[in-house]
């Protein structure tokens, strides 16, 4: 982790969520001339009502991911990529085939992200309801002059968007959760234009230049909560999905969940929380 910030922007007639939402993030209100020492491009004109906390971090992605990698094969285990499953079958174990051959298991975790669902259709589970929601990001080059280094990220109002600093370039979303299939996703010019117009609204320094744009799935259930937990129709398949747009934040813990109940054990998990989290909320 290293520490980043958080900023909260917001503009004349947004009173009301903006009161609301400093409450709910814990944060200070900032005067304009202590905004802009955070961040010179904020506008304070427009940005009349701003919050910040200093308890935001950035997480090293790539090393979280590498460092779950060298885990599981330290452990003996296998990271195939590349492997789409084209069947899952179900005799004494788990059969599951990929162009890379089959896997057996005696357990089957379903952690298939926006495709969580169609995974459970092929193991003959019922699915729960996973819904994929697009969400698209643009990186601009960073305002001429500037180190936007020691920025803190920013937020809009009901998350209008975001914006967060990225290896002397920016981040800047829309923050869109479109309801969609699973599939590869990609950004739409119109919404990846709205979103940095909603940024120049409260920046006094326009985006001159985009340097790349995506867009990824984040993927909910019902009520918006993680599925952790054995599948009540069938013990050996586990559910491990619903991350939404989190699953870096809550992997730690939610994997020690994972780990807990598919080997039997108490978990450190609060008993209220894991009934929060469990699939059987949603077969009654």
Not at 72 to 100: C, F
Not at 164 to 183: N, R
Request: aromatic letters at 6%; proline letters at 8%.
């Amino acid at each position: 982790l290293s520490p980043r910030g958080l900023m909260l922007a917001g503009v004349a007639g947004e009173e009301a969520d903006f009161a609301r939402e400093l409450v709910e993030m814990e944060m200070e209100q900032l005067a304009p001339e202590a905004a802009q020492e955070l961040l010179p491009i904020l506008d304070p004109a427009r940005a009349t009502l701003v919050g910040y906390s200093p308890k935001a971090w950035d997480i090293d992605t790539d090393r979280l991911l590498q460092d779950f990698a060298k885990t599981i094969r330290a452990n003996g285990g296998e990271v195939l990529t590349r492997s789409p499953v084209s069947a899952i079958t179900r005799g004494g174990r788990w059969q599951v085939t990929t162009p890379k051959g089959v896997v057996e298991a005696d357990i089957l975790v379903n952690a298939g992200g926006a495709w969580a669902d169609e995974v459970a259709k092929l193991a003959g589970i019922a699915p729960i309801g996973i819904t994929p929601m697009r969400r698209s990001m643009a990186r601009v080059a960073a305002p001429g002059g500037h180190d936007p280094a020691g920025w803190p990220m920013v937020f809009g109002v009901t998350e209008r968007g975001y914006m967060k600093p990225d290896a002397g370039a920016l981040l800047i979303s829309p923050a869109e959760e479109e309801p969609t299939t699973p599939h590869d996703a990609w950004a739409e010019d119109m919404v990846l234009a709205e979103g940095i117009a909603r940024y120049e609204e409260v920046m006094t320094e326009p985006v001159t230049r985009m340097i790349s744009n995506w867009a990824g799935l984040r993927s909910f259930s019902p009520d918006r909560n993680l599925v952790i937990g054995h599948a009540p129709q069938d013990s050996s398949f586990f559910w491990l999905a619903g991350q939404g747009g989190y699953g870096f934040l809550t992997c730690p813990a939610a994997s020690q969940l994972a780990a807990d109940l598919i080997l039997g054990r108490a978990p450190a998990m609060e008993a209220d929380i894991c009934a929060r989290l469990s699939p059987k909320r949603f077969s009654k």
